[in-house]
């Protein structure tokens, strides 16, 4: 399995490779100990339950693409832009397709790696509220 990343653009890759090892230790040291995953639109994880989701989607055992399409750097901080899929058919035979454009931050580490900040798998992906009829009156 490769190192953590050395360079900004390299984090999708690591994330990707990890991802698909099935190794949830692995996959968390792509991530800082503080990091955000927003697994759904305004709906933040960190700690444990960023472990959990990331576990979930692992546990589908179909692998993660990942084609990074920007990467912008400033000093120890990059903002990455990524398209991903998971499609395919799941453990349970059931067929899974999800995908998006993430946009992520990294970080530089003090031992020069790159690991993610906050990952938005979904980017500007909208938060779904419940809808409500409106009110009427006379």
């Given at each position: 399995?490769?190192?953590?990343a050395?360079?900004?653009?390299?984090?999708?890759?690591?994330?990707?490779?990890?991802?698909?090892?099935?190794?949830?230790?692995?996959?968390?040291?792509?991530?800082?100990?503080?990091?955000?995953l927003v697994?759904?639109?305004?709906?933040p994880?960190?700690?444990?339950?960023?472990?959990?989701?990331?576990?979930?989607?692992?546990?589908?055992?179909?692998?993660?693409?990942?084609?990074?399409?920007?990467?912008?750097?400033?000093?120890?901080?990059?903002?990455?832009?990524?398209?991903?899929?998971?499609?395919?058919?799941?453990?349970?035979?059931?067929?899974?397709?999800?995908?998006?454009?993430?946009?992520?931050?990294?970080?530089?580490?003090?031992?020069?790696?790159?690991?993610?900040?906050?990952?938005?798998?979904?980017?500007?992906?909208?938060?779904?509220?419940?809808?409500?009829?409106?009110?009427?009156?006379?």
């Amino acid at each position: 399995m490769r190192s953590l990343a050395d360079r900004p653009e390299e984090v999708p890759a690591v994330f990707a490779e990890r991802f698909n090892s099935g190794d949830a230790a692995a996959l968390a040291q792509v991530y800082e100990d503080a990091a955000v995953l927003v697994p759904q639109p305004g709906t933040p994880a960190t700690g444990p339950d960023l472990h959990a989701a990331n576990g979930r989607l692992q546990e589908l055992g179909i692998p993660i693409a990942v084609r990074p399409r920007h990467v912008y750097c400033s000093g120890d901080v990059a903002l990455l832009i990524v398209d991903w899929v998971i499609d395919g058919t799941g453990r349970e035979g059931q067929a899974v397709h999800v995908e998006g454009t993430a946009t992520d931050i990294a970080r530089r580490g003090p031992d020069g790696r790159w690991r993610y900040v906050i990952d938005n798998p979904f980017g500007t992906g909208v938060q779904q509220l419940p809808t409500q009829d409106p009110v009427i009156t006379s």
